[in-house]
């Protein structure tokens, strides 16, 4: 293995719209790091184990209705619930890979403030139609043209100089690819002793 005790992982966070392939990716980015001797583990915001999540579950299922400021704040509650178990990892020398974080749609509310800042965020670049003509939405609320074409405006307003855009519709071999020199660099940045930071600080 080539991490060591006083080496962290990293926090890699993936982006974009809902059929971007954020997720297939992740999965693909575990593996490969696993498969590299790195311990790493995938997580995903919303995390819907926890009793905050399964709100957020019911919300997004149409099961319940909660106001849009609700909700931001119960997104929000989900990351920090597990932002210190997210340190301990991290100081621990795992990497997170995380499907989704602070970003999507309202990431800019003052609840963010405080949260561990990515080391990484990989954003999958898709437009809103094309993203629409792959095998349909799940049917969870936001999951629509209209309304994904807002989150991709948002995410334009928010995303910066730091963030890595990938065209998210080249095949999927060659975005494993560039994804997998990305990460590999910023784990070893780490490994080497970037200091974590706080978002928005
Ligand atoms: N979502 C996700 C938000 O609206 N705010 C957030 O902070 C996060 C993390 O949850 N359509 C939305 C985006 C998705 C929905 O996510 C469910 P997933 O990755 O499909 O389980």
């Known amino acids: 293995s080539e991490s060591n005790s006083e080496s962290r992982g990293a926090l890699i966070v993936l982006e974009g719209l ?3 392939g954020k997720t297939s990716q992740s999965s693909n980015l575990l593996k490969y790091l696993e498969g590299l ?10 995390d819907r ?3 905050v999540g399964q709100m957020i579950s019911s919300y997004l299922t149409n099961k319940s209705q909660l106001d849009d400021h609700t909700v931001h704040i119960l997104f929000s509650a989900n990351r920090w ?3 210190s ?6 100081k621990s020398g795992t990497t997170l890979i995380v499907d989704r974080y602070s970003f999507f749609w309202g990431g800019f509310l003052a609840p963010e403030d405080g949260l561990l800042a990515p080391d990484l ?3 999958l670049d898709i437009q809103p139609e094309k993203a629409a003509e792959r095998a349909g939405y799940g049917g969870e609320r936001y999951e629509q043209l209209e309304f994904q074409r807002k989150v991709a405006r948002c995410y334009e ?3 910066d100089a730091s963030w890595k855009i990938i065209d998210a519709c080249q095949p999927m071999e060659d975005i494993e690819k560039q994804l997998q020199e990305i990460v590999l660099d910023c784990v070893t940045i780490c490994q080497k002793g970037k200091p ?3 978002l928005w600080s």
């Open 18 to 20: 809902d059929r971007s």
């Open 37 to 46: 001797g790195h311990s790493a583990e995938l997580w995903r915001f919303p």
């Open 49 to 51: 184990s926890t009793d």
């Open 81 to 83: 619930e597990k932002r």
């Open 85 to 90: 178990l997210m340190e301990t990892k991290l």
């Open 121 to 123: 965020v990989l954003y």
């Open 157 to 159: 307003v928010l995303r």
């Open 196 to 198: 974590l930071s706080n």
